[in-house]
């Protein structure tokens, strides 16, 4: 639960089925695992469940230089369960992917609405910056209003440790080592 304030995550190990990465913080996860677990007869996977409600707080999930695999007890069902990458929690939701690795198990459609419903395709904000693997391919995406296949460095260097959470300013008395930018 990434619920308020700045927060940083590096070289972390990740397991989860639903929404497991989940609040109003702004965060960056940064060369992060990020393993996907098989979830009960029929459920799906979503990774992400950003939580900003009011479009003008500066929050918002950043994945960046890290990978999406499936977890042991999913990968040799991988096929039977669909895997998105994030669902609108509240109104203005912003999650970007940038430069990560997506296995196979992601969707195609990459994202899932919230309950079936049009709640926030239209305010959210969605980005996906230069991934690769199987999954990346972005032809095939969600063809909402708030998803945007980035392909401007200066519009994905918002959601780094540099811009999004101004991380120069606290994170080297952490000792925990870090890339500012792209």
Known sequence: MVHSQRQFYKECYIYGTIDFIFGNAAVVFQNCMIYVRRPLKG??????AHGRNDPYQSTAISIHNS???AAPDLRPVVGSFKTYLGRPWKLYSRTVFLKCYLDRLVS???WLEWDRSSFALKTLYYGEYKNFGPSSNTRRRV???GFHVITSSSVA???TVGNLIAGKSWLPNT????TTGL
């Not at 459920?43 to 992400?48: A, E, G, L, P």
């Open 157 to 159: 260097s918002r959601f």
């Open 143 to 145: 063809q909402w209003p």
């Open 175 to 178: 000792g925990v080592p870090f």
């Open 43 to 48: 459920q799906v996977n979503v990774i992400t």
């Open 108 to 110: 195609p459609s990459g």
């Open 67 to 69: 990978q999406v695999r």
